[in-house]
């Protein structure tokens, strides 16, 4: 499925301003045009926000060994 943009920082900053009006994360949502759920992952853990590495494809390397490990049990 396919990226939205990550956060501004100036978007950042208005998420912030926001909840610190005690507005819900849906309506930051809506005010922002963003989607509830990329709200809530900065609104979580701001700090590590949009630093998440995704692992990719298993290489070969590591499946062959897998397939050695079941096979000599």
Known sequence: MPRGKPLSDFEKGQITAKKDQRLSNRQIARDLGRSPRVINNYVNDPRNYGTGKCP???????VDLKVVDLFWL
């Open 56 to 62: 990719g494809r298993l290489s070969l390397r590591f």
